[in-house]
Every structure is written in structure tokens, then in C-alpha cells.
């Protein structure tokens, strides 16, 4: 009981003097040639004193962070409309804006806020949204991610994942004094929080289903561990530290399983099933060969993991009934790894040897082709967006790690600048309820 | 205005300390219990503070940690996606091999190493092939198997930080450690 106090009474007095997070910002290195042109008015406020939040800042500048949207610059508005009735399509067409996104923010009497948001074409004067979305206070920029959410799928028909999160992990200092933290930001960057810290390596981040726990490696021990840890609470059981490696950890779809990589005594590292409910294993792969870093399919049919069985590394998925042997589904290149699977299930991530550089492309399970995304010399640790639309990796600009994002077409390409040390392994959330 | 940073370093020393007595890695498998957070200090998603994770002995930073300096007789170097013990280490392994079995009661910890190119688990699982080749070349010339534990960092902890072959090469390596 002491102890604990103790605990808490240091964890609280060590967060004053931890330096102050420094936050990711987005900066896109190549967008589309033709964004779509999109006018977001300021929204109304009428209330005392200044608007809680600008949400036409924040869904303008989430628009143009995609590569696909032009958003117009405030100066150059005329009007400044707070409803689709108010809006006059003619300025807007003469202003060369497609879409035009108005709306209002009004406090309620419980102290929360209506987001009020419309959507018009404006080629066609036609009301394509129109929602109010209730947020607290505190909650207003995740509102504001929802409206470009909406916005985003209502013009282009696929799902928008500003409201969504990235967990990396980020290590700071020179050997042998080094901190690792594992870092949960929102996807734009904003908000970074430490989930866990170390002295020791902190590998391998996996997001629950549900967006509410993260899975991870931790050397804090001096010996590898898997943990599984809830962010709302902080509260992390150890879910494995058998002998050997424990390693590479990934959620089944249904978050009842983990997959992940054990040695166990003999140092032959094969992929296993872990019951989260009972602690049960079953062994996925058994070869002499390293199997390690699997991902599991969408539907949960299947695992794909790494493996040199065959010589160099390459990907191959294995049924998780166990049922079927392994079969390779990598064939172009010498070196394919670490595969991560569309949300539709019909591609892989993975990082490819390319020409003398580790690259990140696509791989098509169908036909088989492969598509190299990326142009760095390191670049790795692919993660699928939840909406299937664009992949973080790691690479690394002047020698230190950062976080780069790619549409699977490849033409938009993003930074996520600035941050503190080195930033590596990024995880993109699932979509949050 | 000095005092308040020493007491938060009395504090965390004293909490740390209270940590420290807990088990940190159970044998094989323990699992499915909750942990404190022993060697690592957590935060809930929320909250923005966290604690410091150094002081748990014999895994902190610095010297005995892992990360200290070592002699020519206690690290060994490895070529390329390789973990074939080179023909001029061999004399280094037979060295080890000796002291473990004239020292029944000595334990040695066998840190794997690979350097920075390639998928990070995949290099965990390399470091291991590594470790785990310099364990059996020890066995065979006499150690015990209860004497040896392994553990990799694949390309997590480097000797030299570098992007280049000499960099690389150093990288490359198993270290013996004394683990008592």
C-alpha cells in the first residue's frame, strides 16, 4: 500500500519535470495534380467572447492534408454564409470552389455544443449534408474531424479517417542513456500523449479492434515481454514473457486473440495463437526457419507472417485453423517483410527490397503484381489507413526517423514533421467509435 | 528553491525501490495477472503524466546494464543476414566456453545484435539465430545449458550509431554478459 503510494506520488511529481511533447505536423510533399477546389466558411458563433474552436480551420486544413482538396483561403471569401440557404452558389462558382461547407456552433444548455454543418455543390446548388453533431467542450477538434469525415465521403465515396488515431514509437537521448516512449497521437499529429516510457526498447505497437488498447513489446525487464495495455485507464496486463523471444504482437479482428512471435527455449522463432481469455497457445508454424511478424487477414481466416524458409525473407499465410501448410504470397524481389493487410483484404503492405533500398509497396493477392509506394533507403513498418485510402511507414530524413504517409496509388505522398528524436513504427488506429 | 527537485528524486528513488522487489520476469509463460508498472512507467491516454522508468537493477541504463563497454574476449561480429560464428572468433568462444565450465555457478547472458537493415521483428528473430549459435558452439565445448540465457535486440540497441558498413559490421554482433 505504501509502496503503491509511493508509486503514484512519483509518477505525478516526475510528469512536472518531463519535457513538454513536441507535436507531429503534416506537411504534404505531393499532392494530387487537380485537387478538388473547396471553399470552408467559418463557422457561425454568436455567444460571448470567442468560439471555443475554429472548426472550418480544422476541417480545412484536414482536407488539404489529404492531397486530394484545395481548400480556399479565408481572405479571399466574400461572403461569409452560416447556412446552405445563405449561401449564393454564383459568387462561389466565380471564386472557382466546387464545394462549399458552412456552418454554426451553438452552445446548448447542458453546456455542450451543436456542431451544425452543411455541404453544397455549388456547380449544382444542390445540399448534399446536413448534420448537427453534440460535443463537449473538450471535444470540439474531434468533431471538427467527424464534419471532415462526412465531407471527405460525401465527395469522393470512400470513408474519411481524420477522426482516427496513429500510436509510433519514439526514442529520444544517445546510447546508453535512451528513452523510449510509445506515443498515441491523433492522426493529424495533435494531441501526442505518452502511453508507457522506458530506458529499455519498446517495439511493435498494435491497436485492439476497438481502438482501446494497445499491444506492444517492452525490454523493461531486460528480457523481451509482451504487454497489452488500455489507454483510457493505463491499466497493462503482461501477456507474454516466456523464454526467448516474445515478440511482434497483432490483434485478431475479433480482439479475443493475439498473434504474435515466440522462441521459446530452443531459439527457433515460429508464430503462435494466443487466447487472450485463457492464456492458451496454439503454434501457428513450425519450421527451422525464423517465422515472425504476423498480421492477421480481415476476416481472420488467415495469418500472413514473415519467413526464410525458403532462403530470404518473404510472406506467406498460413490458415489459422492450422489446417493447410504454409503458402508464399510474395514472389517479386528478393526481400519481402513485416506484412500488413488491407482492410479489404485484397492487398498486402509490406517493406521490399528495391533496387538496394528498403521500400514500401503494395501487393496485389490476386495477381500477384507488386508496387513499390516509396523512394527512401530505410523506409519501413507499413500500417494501412482504416479506410484502406493511405499507408504511415517509418523512413528517414537527415539521418533521424520520421513518420511519411503514401496513398496506395502513390500521389500523395505526406511528412509528419517535427517531433522530438527518433520517431519510428507507426500503427494507424481502427476507426474510433 | 533547490529543495523541491531533491525531494522528487528522494521520492521516485523511494518508489522505484519499492518496485524493484517485485518480480520482474517470470519464468516461462506467467501471465494474464495485471502488472504495475515495474520497469516502465505508464499513463492512461489521458492523463498527461508519466513517471521514469530507470532504476530497476541490473536493466537501468549504464554500466551492467547492457549498454556498457566490453572487452575484445567478450563480443564477436557477424557478416551480413548471418549468424555463422566467424573462423578468428572461435578462439573468443572457446575463451567462454572455458570460464563456464570451470564455473559451474556462473550464468552468462548472450545479447544478439543485427544492424539497422530490414523489418525490426525480423532482426529480433536474427539476433536470437545469432545468440542462439554462440550458445550451442558454447555447449558443445563444455558450458551447461542452465548457464546461458539469451536475448536479442535485434537493431533496437546499436554499438555505433551510422548508416554505413563500418557502422554496420560493429552492429553485427553478440555480446557476453555476465548475468549473475
Known amino acids: ?27 504534404i510533399t505531393q499532392g494530387v495534380e487537380d485537387p478538388i477546389p473547396v471553399a470552408v466558411v467559418p463557422f457561425g458563433w454568436d455567444s460571448a467572447g470567442a468560439a471555443p474552436h475554429d472548426v472550418a480551420a480544422t476541417v480545412a486544413a484536414d482536407l488539404e492534408r489529404s492531397g486530394r482538396f484545395r481548400a480556399l483561403p479565408r481572405g479571399t471569401m466574400i461572403d461569409f454564409p452560416q447556412s446552405a440557404a445563405q449561401v449564393d452558389a454564383a459568387d462561389w462558382r466565380l471564386l472557382k470552389v466546387d464545394y462549399v461547407v458552412v456552418g454554426r456552433l451553438l452552445p446548448r444548455a447542458d453546456g455542450r455544443f451543436d456542431v451544425q454543418y452543411e455541404l453544397v455543390n455549388v456547380l449544382t446548388g444542390q445540399r448534399l449534408l446536413g448534420q448537427s453533431l453534440p460535443a463537449d467542450a473538450g471535444a470540439l477538434k474531434r468533431a471538427a474531424h467527424r464534419v471532415s469525415d462526412a465531407v471527405f465521403e460525401r465527395i469522393l465515396g470512400l470513408k474519411g479517417a481524420f477522426a482516427t488515431r496513429i500510436a509510433y514509437v519514439e526514442v529520444q537521448g544517445r546510447a546508453p542513456s535512451r528513452t523510449f516512449r510509445l506515443m498515441v497521437a491523433d492522426a493529424d499529429g495533435a494531441n501526442p500523449r505518452v502511453v508507457v516510457q522506458s530506458s529499455q526498447p519498446i517495439m511493435s505497437p498494435a491497436w485492439s479492434p476497438d481502438g482501446g488498447s494497445l499491444a506492444y513489446v517492452s525490454f523493461e525487464g531486460g528480457v523481451s515481454a509482451v504487454f497489452v495495455q488500455m489507454l483510457s485507464s493505463g ?27 515466440l522462441s521459446r527455449r530452443d531459439g527457433n522463432v515460429d508464430v503462435y495463437l494466443l487466447e487472450l481469455s485463457d492464456q492458451s497457445l496454439t503454434r501457428l508454424t513450425d519450421s527451422p526457419a525464423i517465422d515472425t511478424e504476423p498480421a492477421f487477414s480481415p476476416d481472420g481466416r488467415f495469418v500472413y507472417f514473415t519467413s526464410d524458409r525458403g532462403g530470404g525473407p518473404q510472406v506467406y499465410r498460413a490458415a489459422t485453423t492450422g489446417a493447410t501448410s504454409a503458402e508464399r504470397v510474395t514472389f517479386e524481389g528478393p526481400y519481402n517483410a513485416r506484412p500488413r493487410v488491407a482492410p479489404d483484404g485484397r492487398s498486402l503492405a509490406v517493406v521490399t527490397l528495391d533496387r538496394g533500398a528498403y521500400r514500401i509497396a503494395t501487393v496485389d493477392l490476386d495477381r500477384r503484381g507488386s508496387r513499390v509506394l516509396t523512394t527512401g533507403r530505410l523506409d519501413e513498418a507499413p500500417s494501412f489507413a482504416p479506410n484502406g485510402a493511405m499507408i504511415i511507414y517509418a523512413t528517414r530524413e537527415g539521418g533521424r526517423g520520421v513518420l511519411a504517409t503514401t496513398s496506395v496509388d502513390g500521389r500523395v505522398q505526406q511528412r509528419l514533421a517535427g517531433g522530438a528524436g527518433e520517431i519510428r513504427e507507426p500503427a494507424w488506429s481502427p476507426f474510433l467509435p | 528553491m533547490r529543495i523541491l527537485p531533491l525531494i522528487l528524486v528522494f521520492v521516485g528513488v523511494l518508489a522505484l525501490a519499492g518496485c524493484a522487489k517485485k518480480p520482474t520476469t517470470p519464468p516461462e509463460g506467467a501471465t ?127 554499438a555505433i550509431e551510422g548508416a554505413d558498413e563500418s557502422a554496420y559490421a560493429k552492429n553485427r554482433r553478440v555480446e557476453f554478459r555476465p548475468a549473475n
Open chain 2, 32 to 158: 494474464g495477472t495485471t502488472v504495475p508498472a515495474d520497469g516502465a512507467s505508464t499513463a492512461g491516454a489521458g492523463a498527461g503524466g508519466v513517471g521514469d522508468a530507470s532504476g530497476l537493477p541490473g536493466y537501468g541504463t549504464g554500466e551492467g546494464a547492457g549498454e556498457g563497454a566490453l572487452g575484445a574476449d567478450s563480443i564477436i561480429y557477424f557478416d551480413f543476414d548471418s549468424a555463422e560464428i566467424r573462423p578468428e572468433f572461435a578462439g573468443v568462444v572457446s575463451t567462454q566456453a572455458r570460464r563456464l565450465a570451470g564455473n559451474p555457478g556462473l550464468r552468462m547472458r548472450l545479447e544478439g545484435h543485427t544492424d539497422e537493415r530490414g523489418s525490426r521483428e525480423y532482426n529480433i528473430a536474427l539476433g536470437e539465430r545469432r545468440a542462439q549459435a554462440v550458445r550451442r558452439a558454447l555447449m558443445l565445448q563444455g558450458a551447461g545449458d542452465a548457464q546461458i540465457i539469451t536475448v536479442s535486440y535485434g537493431e533496437e540497441r546499436p
Open chain 1, 235 to 261: 491499466q497493462r496486463v503482461r501477456v507474454s514473457a516466456r523464454a526467448g523471444i516474445n515478440g511482434a504482437p497483432v490483434f485478431s479482428p475479433d480482439g479475443r486473440r493475439l498473434a504474435l512471435a
Open chain 1, 1 to 27: 500500500m505504501k509502496h503503491r503510494l509511493l508509486a503514484v506520488l512519483a509518477v505525478v511529481a516526475l510528469a512536472v519535470a518531463l519535457p513538454v511533447q513536441a507535436q507531429l505536423t503534416v506537411q
